[in-house]
């Protein structure tokens, strides 16, 4: 079995060694009864989450861009015909057309990026990630604030915070613990088309900063007597702040200025 070396410092790999983790991890990705028809694994390292996930699924293509992991890989998972070992980054692949999850323990240092893949990708179901517990937090608001990315994904994607794993379930172990983040996409987004358009522009609009407060800001787009309208419907005092605004808030004040 290879052995944490400065290459994968440099790469940002922490191999995770808990076999419970990785068991939840996989239930998580892949729950009993629901078998997804494809699933891609971010970062197979040495297989501590393959395995798991092999055992769920119907296709796996695990995914390694350390050279030197994937011969240990592909003899580990040679005998399962469903499991393959991919070598090579899995940001430089094209997303699949067909319904898909992805599952992961990702690399702190490409979390965003990886996130951002997932979220652009049209057949992406639902993504299981092991991130840096920080980011997870953020981006489910379990510090009671929301994210410019979160609120503006809300409508077709619904993020969720699904366990914080201890940092010493790693190895090397990282300075920090880890989260369970999971991102479902809606199977009818709460928003389409033209009303789409338009929560995009009122969210990137309110995040903007500009005018010194959220109430402020919308004030630049719409009447203040609106506005004003609007923080009463949603039950938001006009000097909240932005990042204090739950999503389901962002829906009424969405509702009340774009109708």
Not at 17 to 34: E, K, W
Not at 150 to 155: A, I, S
Request: hydrophobic fraction near 40%; charged fraction near 25%; include cysteine.
């Amino acid at each position: 079995m290879a052995r944490p070396t400065q290459r994968a410092r440099t790469l940002s790999q922490n191999f995770l060694t808990d076999r419970a983790t990785a068991d939840r991890v996989a239930r998580l990705a892949a729950p009993d009864g629901r078998r997804p028809p494809l699933l891609l694994e971010v970062g197979a390292g040495q297989g501590a989450l393959t395995e798991p996930l092999a055992r769920r699924s119907r296709e796996l293509h695990a995914y390694e861009i350390d050279p030197r992991l994937v011969p240990g890989l592909r003899s580990r998972f040679s005998g399962i015909p469903h499991v393959r070992v991919v070598a090579g980054d899995f940001l430089a692949a094209r997303p699949p057309r067909t319904p898909f999850s992805v599952a992961g323990n990702v690399p702190f240092s490409r979390t965003a990026d990886i996130v951002d893949w997932c979220l652009t990708a049209p057949g992406l179901t639902d993504a299981t990630l092991l991130t840096q517990l920080e980011y997870a937090r953020k981006r489910t608001g379990d510090y009671g604030r929301w994210t410019l990315l979160t609120v503006r994904t809300w409508p077709r994607h619904e993020w969720r915070l699904a366990g914080r794993v201890s940092r010493y379930g790693f190895r090397p172990a990282p300075r920090v613990d880890a989260g369970i983040l999971r991102v479902e996409r809606r199977r009818t987004p709460l928003l389409s088309g033209g009303a789409h358009r338009s929560w995009q522009d009122l969210v990137e609009l309110g995040f903007s900063g500009v005018g010194g407060s959220l109430h402020a800001s919308l004030r630049r787009a719409h009447p203040r007597r609106r506005v004003d309208a609007a923080f009463r419907a949603a039950r938001l005092d006009t000097g909240v702040l932005v990042g204090e605004v739950a999503p389901a808030r962002w829906l009424r004040l969405h509702e009340e200025l774009a109708g």
